[in-house]
């Protein structure tokens, strides 16, 4: 999912005989479930596609900090206002987190933060919608970070080490996030009041196929999947992983007394999974291309935040700089 | 309690709005900040204040004893019931407000809550015990920023030295004085504000030196926010925010 | 002194916990300075738990063997049994170890 706009190379997997020696001893290690550390030899394609991949998670991560903190200053109650602020912050640190892990690979924060604001690099397309209510907080806990779960467990075994490694830590801090929307979701659209029902019905109308457009385009339409898959930077097809999602999301709903947009969506017996209908991926490709709905004003927020920094940043190094020189002096003396 | 304790209460107030309200302006960083390591930082320092709001607040309303919880204080009263200081509610405008402001707050809380541990009132002494932990921390780490940015580059000079003109004339108030303060200091509860005077321009002093900072010599304070007789307007955009949900949806719950 | 546009520097930091028996690494940040770092650790990592013990280290002081390379660093350790915890047989009622 956080994979969702990295292009393919468009050449299909190649086969290991087909590989030079020391791709297809690469391959081999990845193929025996060994992890890649940093120093160790990867084809310039593996390396960067994972930095694209684990850019574009790492900026979700901290563009993903924009719609819920969108609500913090406007949270209903002190414990919400702090569980909100806690999960936000969160996200903060899985950027942080991941902005490290692709470091690993050979570029700089500041690199990966010019490429997300100069559009060279994508976000999850999710975090381009806007918040309207309350129930958007309970809503995008619930959904998206239940979307994102399901993508971020298997990515604990991906071949990558330090990748892997921060999805373990992100996987163990992520286990509140989606029980504190729910909490939120039950205490609206199972405990509240007609209106609080209400909201909680139209977040999850809104939230529903954007949530599902997160795992990315069908796999009849996903050419790079394979490659990915090969190299276990990518564990399962989107289909796959959307139809999990599915099927645990339904049940939930019920229990919420809410019902999911879509009249196609039934259990089928033979496969023993839901038919649902497929997200408009017109409107998906828009979101991609930069026309969601709040697009502009998702990014303008980070370049914001980085251009007002600036000076901090500077000052804090030149600050750091003054006083190793003046501590080199004191010894000199 | 047969009379209601209304002097125990406005000074639990005072003591519960000031987090509270610094608290809300400090969490509108989160996704804004300078650097992912400030982000975390800020947030750090809003869920403290968030917390020590809960405790000051639940204890005010437990003595007001009509029924009322943290929750209906915090969002059910109108600006001229709050008893924050001004200098917590005004914008953050940017990074050297915020963190000149966090400074000058920390450098007042760390003695306050040091001389409250003694207080005669278990509760406010448990209270301040556990805010006074995190209250130091805080300022370490505001001192540092302050003394970072102050001395970094001209331009973080500027910014810092534009910052302590603008936040100075709101720094007086910390130390006002009326019956409430006189009955808490009679009763053990509390001791003067002035009382810690002395300690707060030590600390600020010799930290505004090191920052190469110079601190305005127009002796001026704002007051009205500690007494609730006059807040700035900012007051009222915050709580309107703030207060959006329960104001629009009375009795509703979260 | 001009100033500098450069990004901070990169820090690893170790954590030894309140009973911890020696300094574990949890991740690496940015900061300008060690004691910048330091400060972002406790921010970052612990979350201020209180008695924990921080390291940083910049990250670009450090050297590190090449993990894949399992070549003569790796392999004698291999062979020395007594190195392995589980070479050890104790007594039932020894408790954890």
């Known amino acids: 999912m956080y994979a969702q706009s990295i292009r393919s190379t468009g050449k299909a997997v190649q086969s290991l005989e087909d590989m030079s020696a020391e791709d297809r001893q690469f391959q081999e290690r990845i193929n025996r479930g060994e992890k890649i550390e940093p120093k160790d030899y990867m084809p310039a394609a593996y390396r960067e596609n994972l930095i694209r991949q684990i850019g574009q998670h790492a900026h979700s991560e901290i563009v993903g900090q924009l719609p819920e903190g969108n609500w913090i200053s406007r949270a209903p109650t002190l414990e919400r206002k702090a569980n909100l602020l806690a999960k936000v912050q969160d996200e903060a640190g899985h950027g942080l987190y991941l902005y490290c892990a692709a470091e690993t690979l050979g570029v700089s924060r500041d690199d990966l933060f010019g490429m997300l604001h100069t559009g060279k690099m994508k976000y999850s397309s999710i975090f381009n919608y806007p918040t309207l209510t309350w129930a958007d907080m309970g809503a995008v806990g619930w959904l998206v970070d239940g979307a994102a779960i399901m993508n971020q467990v298997p990515l604990q075994n991906t071949s990558y080490g330090p990748y892997a490694r921060a999805m373990v830590r992100i996987c163990k801090e992520e286990s509140f996030h989606q029980r504190q929307g729910f909490h939120i979701m039950i205490a609206m659209a199972k405990n509240g009041n007609d209106e609080q029902h209400r909201m909680a019905q139209d977040a999850l109308n809104r939230f529903w196929y954007p949530s599902l457009m997160m795992f990315g385009p069908s796999d009849k339409d996903s050419v790079h999947s394979a490659q990915s898959m090969a190299w276990k930077i990518k564990m399962n097809t989107n289909d796959e992983l959307r139809q999990k999602f599915v099927d645990a999301t339904v049940p939930q709903a019920e229990f919420l007394g809410l019902s999911i947009p879509d009249d196609h969506l039934n259990w089928n017996e033979k496969t023993n999974q839901y038919n649902y209908s497929e997200p408009d991926w017109n409107e998906f490709n828009d979101v991609l291309a930069g026309n969601g709905p709040c697009n502009t004003e998702r990014l303008d927020a980070r370049k914001k935040a980085w251009s007002d920094g600036a000076w901090v940043r500077e000052g804090m190094m030149a600050h750091a700089a003054k006083k190793a020189e003046r501590k080199a002096e004191r010894q000199a003396v | 309690m047969s009379q209601v304790d209304s002097h125990l209460i406005e000074f639990l107030l005072r003591q519960g709005d000031n987090p509270l309200i610094l608290g809300h302006r400090t969490s509108e960083w989160c996704g804004h900040a300078p650097a992912l390591e400030e982000d975390i930082a800020l947030a750090n320092t809003a869920l403290d204040l968030i917390g020590q709001t809960q405790l000051w607040l639940s204890y005010a309303a437990e003595v007001e004893g009509g029924g009322r919880s943290n929750n209906d204080l915090a969002f059910l009263r109108d600006v001229y019931d709050f008893r924050n200081v001004l200098m917590v509610e005004v914008p953050n405008e940017d990074f050297a407000r915020t963190m000149v402001r966090q400074f000058l707050f920390d450098a007042f809380q760390v003695p306050w809550l040091t001389t409250l541990q003694a207080s005669s009132d278990q509760r406010v002494s448990d209270i301040a015990i556990k805010s006074l932990k995190e209250a130091l921390y805080h300022l370490e780490r505001s001192s540092d920023t302050v003394i970072a940015l102050g001395d970094g580059t001209e331009l973080s000079n500027d910014r810092m030295q534009t910052a302590l003109n603008y936040l100075w004339p709101y720094s007086g108030e910390f130390f006002g004085e009326d019956d409430t303060d006189k009955a808490m200091e009679k009763r053990d509860i509390a001791p003067l504000p002035v009382s810690i005077r002395e300690t707060w321009n030590s600390t600020v002093s010799s930290t505004l030196d090191t920052a190469n900072l110079i601190a305005p010599s127009d002796p001026f304070a704002h007051s009205g926010g500690r007494t609730g007789v006059r807040h700035t307007e900012h007051l009222g955009h915050l709580l309107a925010t703030m207060q959006t949900l329960q104001r629009s949806h009375p009795g509703a719950q979260w | ?97």
């Open chain 3, 1 to 97: 002194m001009t100033t500098t546009t450069d990004e901070w520097p990169l820090w690893e930091v170790f954590i030894r916990g309140q009973h911890g028996m020696s300094h574990r690494h949890v991740g690496s940040l940015h900061a300008a300075d060690a004691e910048h770092a330091i400060k972002n650790a406790r921010d970052v990592y612990t979350r201020r738990n209180e008695g924990t013990s921080i390291w940083v280290v910049e990250a670009s002081a450090i050297t590190a063997s090449s993990p894949s390379e399992k070549g003569p660093l790796f392999e004698p350790a291999q062979d020395k049994v007594y190195r392995h915890p589980t070479f050890y047989d104790l007594p039932d009622d020894a408790g954890n170890m």
